[in-house]
């Protein structure tokens, strides 16, 4: 049995996320998979496509709102839904490559809306165990 790499944490409104890596790169993918893991069964989801997403420059924080805000992008405009995701990192360049599929009405179901990731109450804090993100999911 695998651990969670994701809690929901106490919100007064909309989804407060906690997410562990051992890594920047690490937390970035599982950010995604933690972000559709919100908006369906990912395990009906097949690994039919390959998608990158990348962001450069800024802080931390910066780099992963804007890679999590792109993969939201992406199933709202390409219906694309994330499988699992893997992440690399070159300088201040984070690339995250996404395995999934279009959405299938057949088989996916998608348990809410999710409107955006916001910048309110992000953060990304190194520590001894690996690297935390929390971040806001507005529903």
Not at 30 to 53: C, H, I, K, P, Q
Not at 101 to 107: C, F, G, K, S, V
Request: with cysteine.
């Amino acid at each position: 049995m695998t651990r969670r790499k994701h809690r929901l944490l106490p919100h007064t409104a909309d989804l407060r996320v906690e997410v562990r890596g051992k890594d920047f790169p690490a937390v970035c993918a599982a950010s995604v998979e933690t972000l559709f893991s919100l908006l369906t069964d990912r395990r009906r989801v097949r690994r039919g496509e390959r998608r990158t997403l990348a962001a450069s420059g800024g802080s931390e924080e910066d780099r992963l709102i804007a890679i999590l805000r792109k993969a939201l992008l992406l199933l709202y405009v390409d219906r694309f839904l994330v499988r699992d995701a893997g992440a690399t990192m070159d300088r201040e360049k984070v690339a995250v490559t996404l395995h999934g599929e279009t959405i299938d009405p057949a088989r996916h179901v998608l348990y809410r809306e999710i409107k955006a990731v916001t910048g309110h109450g992000l953060a990304v804090l190194g520590g001894p165990s690996g690297v935390t993100a929390r971040f806001i999911v507005d529903v």
